[in-house]
Each structure stands twice: as C-alpha cells, then as structure tokens.
C-alpha cells in the first residue's frame, strides 16, 4: 500500500511515542566506570569495570552521531567481558540502523542468550521486528518484555503501534492508554500508524479527532495539517467528515 511520502516526513519527529523506540541509549543511572577516575595508581579493575568504561564511551559516541565510534566501543566491551548483553543489543540496533540485518540477528541473538528475560533488549528486538513489518514476531517480543515488566511503557507504546499497523484499533488504543498517553494523544499515534498504512482518510479523522480534544497538541496539529496537504495533492476534500464515533471516543474523560 501506497504511503504519502511528504505526510510520513512531516510527522515521524514528532511522533507522539512514550519512552523513544529503538532510537538512542538509554541511561540507567551513574555507571560503576564513572568510579574508575577517582582510584589510585594501584587500583585493580576488573572485567566488567573496564567494559563499562567501554559502554559508557559507546553511548556518548552515539549521542553525538558518532555510530561508527560507538560500534567500535561497544566491540571492545565485548572483547573485554564476552558477556555484556547490552553491548550486544546496541550493536544488534546499530546494524539494523545501517542496514545490515544479518548481523543485527545475530547481535540480538546474542544479547537475548546472554539475557532472555531483559524486558529493554526484548522492546528493542520487537522494534527492529516491528521496522521490517514482521507484525507477530514483533508483538511476541513485546508481550514478553511487558510480561517481564508490566510497566514498561516503551513495550505498551511499541505494542500499541503493531496493533495500529495490523488494523486492530481498539487493542492499540488500550496499549496505548496503558503506555501513559491520554486520549487525544493515543488517538494522534493511531493516525500516524494509519497514515503509514496509507489509509489518509482514516488518519486525518482520527487526527480531527485528537485535535476536537486536545487543541493544544502540537503532533495532533501537525498532523492534521499534513494529512490536509497529503488529501489535497491527491485531490481529495481536506474537510473530509468526522466519523462521530471517533469524536466520542477521543474525548477526555471528566
């Protein structure tokens, strides 16, 4: 199915997703290397130190755009402690961002051997599953990380959006809603995932509808701007007729 290239460029960055998907690293609090600077001349430093120091280089690489750097970093962790799944997992992201799917498999593989039950690494390997349109693979690997983590909002976020791409609109609003998002805003990820789906019309109701709710919303706006200009260079009405059940259902609870 066709999807409007100029609607899908307007709306992505500001994509209405809680808690980022598959995109940067996460922080998890001071890493232990952090410690390392304020040794002695005689400190040991064990194994799994020596590899934060590593990880915590990767991440800072990536933030600045330097993936390369970071690819690198996070292969000498490994090859100080062969047993970090996290380095893994942001390798496994990192060839999936490059293209590289082979070799994404594989680090995923590895980091989820190492750690099957890190509800993080599983959001990430449904999101790359998600990216390549493999809808129920995706959504296992999202099921398993909130059943490891019921309140892992990236996962009900994640899962929210594959239930949006396969049609399934009410079980994607309730993911949704349990990632934290209000109903205009639930309903503004609804429409993005219908317009990537090519489904302009349904989009642009469902960001009517957002906006009816929520009129301050900037994603629910832009969208619904992008969805006007989307109809429009097809010739089609941008005043297309808001389905009254959609107006219902994106109305804020009293």
Same mark, same amino acid.
């Given at each position: 199915?066709?999807?409007?290239?100029?609607?899908?460029?307007?709306?992505?960055?500001?994509?209405?997703?809680?808690?980022?998907?598959?995109?940067?690293?996460?922080?998890? %609090?001071?890493?232990?290397?952090?410690?390392?600077?304020?040794?002695g001349p005689g400190a040991r430093?064990?194994?799994?130190?020596?590899?934060?120091?590593?990880?915590?280089?990767?991440?800072?690489?990536?933030?600045?755009?330097?993936?390369?750097?970071?690819?690198?970093?996070?292969?000498?962790?490994?090859a100080k402690d062969p047993r970090?799944?996290?380095?893994?997992?942001?390798?496994?992201?990192?060839?999936?961002?490059?293209?590289?799917?082979?070799?994404?498999?594989?680090?995923?593989?590895? +980091?989820?051997?190492?750690?099957?039950?890190?509800?993080?690494?599983?959001?990430?390997? %449904?999101?790359?599953?998600?990216?390549?349109?493999?809808?129920?693979?995706?959504?296992?690997?999202?099921?398993?990380?909130?059943?490891?983590?019921?309140?892992?909002?990236?996962?009900?976020?994640?899962?929210?959006?594959?239930?949006?791409?396969?049609?399934?609109?009410?079980?994607?609003?309730?993911?949704?809603?349990?990632?934290?998002?209000?109903?205009?805003?639930?309903?503004?990820?609804?429409?993005?995932?219908?317009?990537?789906?090519?489904?302009?019309?349904?989009?642009?109701?469902?960001?009517?509808?957002?906006?009816?709710?929520?009129?301050?919303?900037?994603?629910?706006?832009?969208?619904?701007?992008?969805?006007?200009? +989307?109809?429009?260079?097809?010739?089609?009405?941008?005043?297309?007729?808001?389905?009254?059940?959609?107006?219902?259902?994106?109305?804020?609870?009293?």
């Amino acid at each position: 199915m066709r999807i409007d290239r100029l609607l899908i460029a307007i709306l992505v960055p500001a994509a209405l997703l809680c808690g980022g998907c598959h995109g940067g690293p996460r922080r998890r %609090g001071e890493h232990a290397s952090a410690r390392l600077l304020d040794t002695g001349p005689g400190a040991r430093v064990t194994k799994r130190q020596a590899a934060d120091v590593e990880i915590a280089m990767g991440r800072a690489m990536e933030e600045s755009g330097d993936l390369a750097g970071a690819e690198d970093a996070y292969a000498r962790a490994l090859a100080k402690d062969p047993r970090r799944a996290d380095a893994e997992a942001r390798l496994a992201v990192l060839a999936h961002q490059r293209g590289d799917e082979e070799a994404s498999d594989r680090h995923f593989a590895a +980091a989820l051997k190492l750690a099957p039950d890190d509800p993080e690494i599983l959001c990430d390997r %449904g999101y790359s599953l998600y990216l390549r349109r493999s809808w129920a693979d995706a959504e296992a690997h999202f099921r398993k990380a909130l059943d490891r983590d019921p309140r892992h909002a990236r996962a009900h976020n994640n899962l929210g959006l594959t239930q949006a791409r396969r049609g399934d609109r009410d079980e994607a609003l309730a993911a949704f809603a349990r990632a934290g998002l209000d109903p205009a805003d639930a309903h503004a990820n609804l429409a993005l995932a219908t317009a990537m789906e090519g489904r302009m019309d349904e989009a642009r109701e469902l960001y009517a509808a957002a906006v009816a709710a929520k009129p301050d919303s900037p994603g629910a706006r832009e969208g619904l701007r992008a969805a006007d200009a +989307a109809l429009a260079s097809r010739g089609a009405p941008a005043t297309a007729r808001l389905d009254p059940a959609v107006a219902r259902a994106s109305a804020p609870s009293p």
